[in-house]
């Protein structure tokens, strides 16, 4: 798969501690996107699955979250990564723009094979920083493992403080303004100022 970045261990892109993907590349290119620098297919990195399930082993997660970009524009390598990780024990949490009437019939294999799936459209006059794992209110959740039929989707606020190696912050979610400009006027360290998903480099 062509991966932007990765986040190792986060708590806020699905259930338990989960390596989350950025994929790059995407054809559906919603107004106001907030990683409209990885509509490219040109960008990221040819990154193998077994490099991938070697970071989720050293940390312990529970499984992978695949955001982008656009996951199922790389359907293919998508089906071929899903198999591997679910080989594994582990879990898939899949997000796409793409409605669930608009699939072919290999990303509908990507669908069905992974374990919770975010989908629809992010449509900003719908925004809402306090859904649970989704930009705008029309967009759903699909559970399909059992084990996650109770899973608490109480709508909350989510976001992670991260500190680099090289002693920058990263911030990752939906951060108060009030948060960010604290930081930034803190040390001039943060990565961004955007309210947007700050991604790690890989």
């Known amino acids: 798969m062509r ?3 990765l986040v190792e261990s986060s708590k806020i892109y699905g259930p338990g501690l989960r390596t989350v993907l950025w994929l790059q590349g995407c054809s559906i ?3 106001h996107c907030w990683n409209d620098e990885l509509w490219s297919f040109e960008g990221g990195k040819e990154m193998l699955s077994s490099r991938l ?3 989720v082993r050293k940390n312990g997660d529970s ?3 695949l955001l982008g970009g ?3 524009d790389q359907a293919p390598a998508v089906i071929n990564f899903i198999k591997e990780v679910q080989a594994m024990g582990l879990d898939i949490v899949l997000y796409t723009g793409y409605e669930l009437h608009e699939l072919s019939s290999v990303q509908e294999i990507c669908v069905r094979m992974s374990d919770i799936v975010i989908h629809g459209r992010y449509v900003h006059e719908l925004r809402s920083e306090t859904l649970r794992w989704r930009g705008s209110t029309n967009q759903e959740i699909l559970i399909q493992n059992e084990k996650y039929s109770g ?3 109480t ?3 989510q976001m992670e403080i991260r500190l680099d190696e090289l002693g920058q912050i990263n911030v990752i979610g939906y951060p108060t303004k009030g948060l960010l400009q604290a930081i930034t006027s803190g040390n001039g360290m943060m990565t961004s100022l955007k309210s947007k998903v700050n991604r790690n480099e890989i």
């Open 3 to 5: 991966v932007a970045s």
């Open 29 to 31: 290119h919603c107004d």
């Open 53 to 55: 399930l070697d970071i």
């Open 63 to 65: 499984g992978f979250t």
């Open 70 to 72: 656009e996951p199922l």
């Open 151 to 153: 899973i608490d989707l």
């Open 155 to 157: 709508e909350k606020r």
